[in-house]
């Protein structure tokens, strides 16, 4: 058999390991996925070794199975305590719905945690999104909104002062500002720009929410108007991406014909 035979050969058959590797894994995955079905948020999995031994597969084609529901957002590995079944993720709506509504329409309790506020001159930048001067007085409260409890996103709020006189960040304490707009200062929010775009999570802002640095993550930048076309707030919130998914309602554009 000449040299060229041999190596034509060859390849086929490591084609064939390869894909039986690729095999074994996903149908190791489904079993995976069948078991947690049933469990909690939260619960965690057996030892490695025990569950290994369970499905009757070697430990390093349970890692690469467990690593794909991990990349998945279906299991969450914490180093030095194990791998647990992830929570599930909110489908976040483009809405102008606040936070707090938005969570307990979902069946979940909205909280908030002002991690500080402060009152401040605007500046060039926050001026020019405000629509107001720059030496002008603005209030900024950096808050953790919650659900249930965990933390969700990480808010960073700007308000023209005049608009808000006397707000101070306990006010904002496990409440609405949308709400609290209303009734206090009988202002409601009628229109609304923002913008989406992926985030890497910082140092400072995983010790808020309770996750790992480089995680992935939604930033979403949202300017609010009230009906006489004043800016009302600019919101910056990063929103962490193993519990948030992006839902958006599409509709085909009818053509000039359908017209």
Not at 243 to 250: A, E, H, P, S, T
């Amino acid at each position: 058999m000449s040299a060229e035979a041999t190596t034509s050969d060859a390849a086929p058959a490591a084609g064939l390991a390869a894909g039986a590797r690729v095999g074994k894994a996903e149908v190791v995955r489904q079993r995976l996925e069948d078991l947690i079905a049933p469990m909690s948020p939260g619960e965690p999995l057996p030892a490695e070794r025990d569950l290994a031994a369970e499905l009757g597969v070697a430990r390093m084609t349970l890692r690469r199975a467990v690593e794909s529901l991990v990349a998945d957002h279906r299991l969450i590995r914490r180093p030095g305590a194990g791998t647990f079944v992830a929570p599930a993720r909110v489908d976040q709506q483009l809405s102008a719905t606040s936070f707090s509504t938005d969570m307990r329409s979902r069946g979940m309790a909205p909280g908030a945690h002002t991690v500080w506020a402060r009152e401040q001159p605007a500046g060039m930048m926050l001026g020019s999104v405000l629509g107001i001067e720059p030496t002008a007085s603005l209030v900024h409260v950096r808050r953790v909104r919650t659900a249930d409890g965990e933390p969700m996103a990480l808010e960073d709020l700007h308000v023209p002062g005049d608009l808000v006189p006397g707000l101070t960040g306990a006010d904002l304490e496990d409440s609405s500002f949308y709400q609290l707009l209303e009734s206090r200062y009988s202002l409601t929010i009628t229109a609304a720009t923002q913008t989406i775009e992926p985030h890497l999570i910082t140092a400072e802002e995983s010790e808020q929410l309770a996750t790992d640095p480089g995680s992935l993550a939604f930033l979403f930048e949202r300017t609010s108007r009230v009906a006489d076309g004043r800016v009302t707030e600019f919101v910056r919130s990063v929103y962490r991406g193993d519990r948030y998914r992006i839902l958006v309602d599409i509709f085909p554009t009818s053509t000039g014909e359908r017209r």
